[in-house]
Structures are given as C-alpha cells and as structure tokens.
C-alpha cells in the first residue's frame, strides 16, 4: 500500500490519550473539502480565534474556504481570484486559488496535516515520543512545524540558508529545532543528506515525513485542492470544453496532483508542470541555482505523475523578481493603476508570493503556446502570498536600484505582456518518459525505492489510480481516533 495505514493500537491509544489532554479533534479529508459539515462547536471557537493561532481549533481552518478574515473568520466559497487581462496579456482567462487565507499563510499546512494525521490515527506516529521532522525547502516545513504545534507534537524542521529570512523569524516561534542546509531552493539533495543524518542519530525517536515521496501530499492535492478547482469552475459556470490548462511549478509533485484530478473530470485538459530556467531539470536535465523560492528541483519528485503531464514551462527567476517588485512597490502599483486596474485588482497582487508568479508565469505561456480563446480557462496556484518575501524589497533595491514608474513600464512589457513561448516543450510520450527515468537516479540510487516500483508507477495504470480509494478509508481511521478522544 502507497500510504502505510497498518494500525500500531498501542500507539493509537497513547496518540488519543495526548489529544483528549489537549482538546484536539481531527478534521477528515470530507471536512476540508467541504467545510458545511464541520459542526456549530468548533464554528463557535472560530469565532474567537485569530487565523494564525497556535490553536488546534484551526486544524478546522486546513481548507480553500477559510474567510478573508485575520481573525473570527468562518467559511465561505473557494478562495481564488481571476488574474487582469492587464496583467496576463493573454486572451485566456487565468484563474488562481489564493492560499493566503490557510492558518500560516500557506496552502502547504494541507499537505503536512495529510502527513501527520494518518500517522498518528494509525499509531506509525508517536506524539509523545517521537519528533515529527518536515525536510522543506520553505513553505512545507512552515505547515509541518504550524500543524505539529497545534497537535502538540516536537517538530524538527529543515530548510536551506538562503530562505527568506521572515520565514526564519516566524518558524522560531513554533518550531522545536530548526535546522538550514547549505544552498538555495535548488539544494534538495542537501536536505535529503540531513535527513539521513538525523536517523543516523536518533533512529526511532524522530517520524521523517519527507514532501517528495510521501504520497499523503499527493491525495491531500488530489482530493482537497482538485475538489476546490471544480467547484469554482462549476460556480463560473465554465463549459467543459473551456477548461483547457492546469499548470504548477514541480515542486514536491504534490500540487500536480490536483491537475491529475481534473483530468479524470476533463479529460483533454492540459496539466503543465513548471520550473525555473535557471535550474531546467524537466526541461533539459539540467541543474543550477534560482530565486523562485520554495519549488525545489535537481530531481524528480517520486510522488509527481509524469505520465500524465503534458508540458514543462520554465521560467526565468529575473521576471519573478522584477514582477514581485511592480506587485509590491508603490511605484509599481502606481503604474498598474493607471493601465486600468481597480483597487481590489491592487490589493489582490498581494496574494502572489514569488512562487505564485512563477506559476502565473507559466500559465501565461501555456495560454499563448496553445493559442487559447476568450471563454478559455487555465487555472493554477498561488501557494502562499507576499508576506513571507517583503526582506526582498530591500536587496533587490541594493542589487538594482530605485523601483520607479518608468522600471514598472517596462517589466509589465517584457516580463508580461511579452511572455513569450520560449522554454515551453510539449511532451509527447518519450519526453515524458525521459523524465520519469530521472527518478532513478534520486530515489532507486540514493534514496532506497526499488526498480520494481519505479516500473509500476509508470507502466502500471492501476498505481495511480489506487490513490483516491484510501481517502474515505482515512477518514474513517480519523472518526474512530476522534470518537476515542471522546472516550467512547
């Protein structure tokens, strides 16, 4: 089984134990897809508790629906905003889900809850004696330390050196250890040494819940973020043959999980999978350094379904950066005013941390690349927003000087409006199994998967498929672990 939910009842019982201690209950898969079920009680707490508490009432906030609210905020529809033609320069529509409005400001706390919770419903978790580690390169350690506190668990988390430093400062205050790895987002295999050191040295004591090849991450994307996607397209009222891209950068592989989602609902649609230039290891096996913090790369995460992919975009980390300036600076919004953005428009920019505009980025390529229309959709990601970047304004003023209307002219010209189709390759059946070759190398030689699985996950078709089957079997796992925190 892809996901271990063998049941340790000892375990189980000390896990339930500490909960009902510490007033936490679990949320299921069916919750956070659709939070009308979640009852008056925990809603009534809502109400009094900020969104970024360390509070285990805000495991109720792991959802797409979470109102706009920093505090007392309840449920509404999915969060997502479409992006301004002003902007995009596309004839497509390009819509985006917002994950500002998650408890720590990233749609990552999702995918670590989907980690954590299984392990610990199941007993292949100890929260009393065991430390939970989250090896990241920004926003998954973030969401793995946020969820660990809330449950009461001791968190380990890992992260390179040259994240931002607001990601630093907010992880020393929930956290237990933190740990920076030599690099940049590009050093994941620094990340994966550390790890191996750690059960080195501490073995039993420590859970390693590794984004990259847990496949938790993957459902969690499938399920939850998938299920938001339709939901706005179905609130919009898009016809089926207009829902044309998903695309998002590589990353662990877990948010392309939500695009495979959608292609068994639409099955022509296009799922893109982006990557910095400066690093182009889908693209053309390359390797290197960028600024697009957080989507990792140099490998092929074990969990990212490359049979079904159907592009590669990669985008050049300096339009990132020149974009998170003309987002954030006063001269740049300045700018967007006068080309014909209103104030909500404005304010929306600040939901695009710089990873969500490598996605915008893509999206924008993949848009022009097939040529799409007016009633066409492509939707994609805005993984956390620009609060975990703002130190950035100041080097980049260092690095390149003033921001000032005449720069925002022309970054809107050139790393917008003329995005062009350069660096976009579209797969056909070899190009996509070159890439998945690549996961020999990282997973079967390094870091101990098998050859025998590697052929399944791309020969055999049920591999894939069995993914979806566990969800309503976890949460069954979760509403007996939850009836065993009331006692009964």
């Not at 009393?128 to 668990?153: D, F, H, K, M």
């Not at 990601?167 to 994941?188: D, H, M, Q, Y």
């Not at 209103?342 to 690349?369: E, P, R």
Request: charged share 25%; glycine share 8%; proline share 3%.
């Amino acid at each position: 089984m892809l996901i271990n939910l063998e049941k340790k009842n000892d375990i189980i019982k000390k896990n339930a134990a500490r909960c009902r201690e510490k007033h936490i209950k679990l949320p299921t898969f069916k919750q956070m897809i659709n939070p009308n079920l979640i009852g008056k009680d925990v809603l009534d707490k809502l109400k009094v508790t900020g969104l970024w508490d360390v509070d285990p009432i805000n495991l109720y906030r792991i959802n797409w629906h979470n109102e706009s609210k920093e505090s007392g905020g309840l449920f509404g529809g999915v969060n997502f905003i479409e992006i301004p033609k002003q902007i995009t320069g596309t004839k497509a529509r390009i819509l985006a889900l917002a994950g500002k409005w998650f408890p720590c400001g990233v749609h990552k706390v999702g995918a670590t809850y989907a980690c954590l919770a299984p392990a610990l419903v199941t007993g292949n978790f100890d929260a009393v004696e065991q430390q939970a580690v989250w090896p990241s390169t920004g926003n998954y350690c973030r969401g793995g330390a946020y969820n660990s506190a809330l449950l009461g668990c001791k968190s380990i988390a890992i992260l390179p050196e040259d994240m931002s430093q607001e990601r630093f400062n907010w992880l020393k205050t929930v956290a237990g250890e933190i740990i920076a790895t030599p690099g940049c987002e590009s050093n994941v295999k620094e990340i994966f040494d550390k790890c191996h050191e750690l059960d080195a040295q501490r073995g039993a004591h420590i859970v390693i819940f590794n984004q990259f090849e847990q496949f938790e991450n993957y459902l969690w994307h499938y399920e939850v973020t998938g299920a938001a996607i339709l939901e706005v397209l179905k609130q919009l009222g898009i016809k089926p043959e207009n829902v044309k891209g998903y695309v998002s950068s590589t990353g662990s592989g877990g948010t392309l999980a939500a695009g495979d989602h959608l292609k068994d609902v639409y099955p022509e649609i296009k799922i893109g999978a982006g990557e910095a230039l400066q690093c182009p290891t889908l693209l053309r096996n390359g390797f290197g350094a960028h600024r697009i913090e957080g989507i990792g790369d140099k490998h092929v995460p074990w969990i990212h379904n490359v049979r079904n992919t159907d592009m590669v975009l990669s985008i050049d980390d300096q339009d990132c950066m020149d974009i998170y300036r003309l987002f954030n600076e006063e001269s740049g919004l300045s700018y967007l005013k006068k080309e014909g953005l209103t104030d909500q428009q404005l304010q929306d920019l600040k939901l695009f941390g710089i990873s969500g505009i490598g996605n915008l980025l893509s999206a924008i390529k993949m848009a022009k690349y097939y040529e799409l229309e007016e009633d066409d959709v492509v939707f994609t990601i805005l993984t956390d927003s620009s609060v975990m970047y703002t130190s950035r304004l100041a080097e980049l003023a260092e690095q390149q000087g003033a921001f000032n209307e005449t720069e925002a002219a022309k970054v809107h010209a050139a790393a917008l409006r003329h995005q062009g189709i350069d660096n976009a390759l579209e797969l056909n059946y070899y190009d996509r199994l070159r890439i998945h070759n690549l996961k020999y190398y990282t997973w079967v030689e390094q870091q101990g998967k098998t050859y025998e699985e590697l052929n399944r996950q791309w020969y055999d078709r049920s591999y894939w498929k069995s993914l979806p089957k566990l969800t309503a079997q976890i949460d069954e796992l979760i509403e007996e672990f939850n009836s065993m925190i009331d006692g009964k």
